[in-house]
């Protein structure tokens, strides 16, 4: 299980990716704003896991929007914690699910999504969206911008 911590032990210095999802650590920092309604979003184009059955590789481009509430995620950690898949076999769902449910674990916001847009294998896209929470009315959330996928031709 992904291990919390509240500081920024991670920053300014170097180290190595963890080797699974399990072995990872994900960091929280206070929020210098805790009293307003605002969105913070994290994009990571480029993820990947393994296969479960195959252990070929499964790409995704992830967005994850959340409403902080008292606890911001740092950074460093984030993008270790998601490196930490590129050696962790599931299927999209879980990996998807698995990501928002440990940063709301860690986070505690007053809102979150992460959508999960996975390219194909086997000429099927498969895109996986959670969301947890209520959005206070009048919250600017935008689109997450990211284009089903067409394929080439």
Known sequence: MVKFHTGA?????????????????????????PGETY????????????????????????????????????????KLYLTSFRNHGAFHEDCTLRIGKDLVALLEPRWFRIGGYWFPRGGIPIDVFWATGELPA????????????RGRG
Do not use: M
Request: with cysteine; net charge negative; proline share 14%.
């Open 9 to 33: 032990s991670l920053l300014g210095h170097q180290v190595e990716a963890p080797r699974g999802p399990d072995e990872a650590t994900l960091e929280r920092v206070p929020n210098p704003h």
């Open 39 to 78: 969105i913070a979003r994290f994009t990571a184009p480029e993820f990947t896991s393994l296969c479960p059955v195959t252990g070929q590789p499964d790409f995704a481009h992830l967005v994850i929007d959340y409403l902080p509430g008292a606890w911001l995620v740092e950074s460093k950690s984030l």
């Open 138 to 149: 009048g919250t600017w959330l935008p689109d997450q911008a990211v284009p089903p996928y």
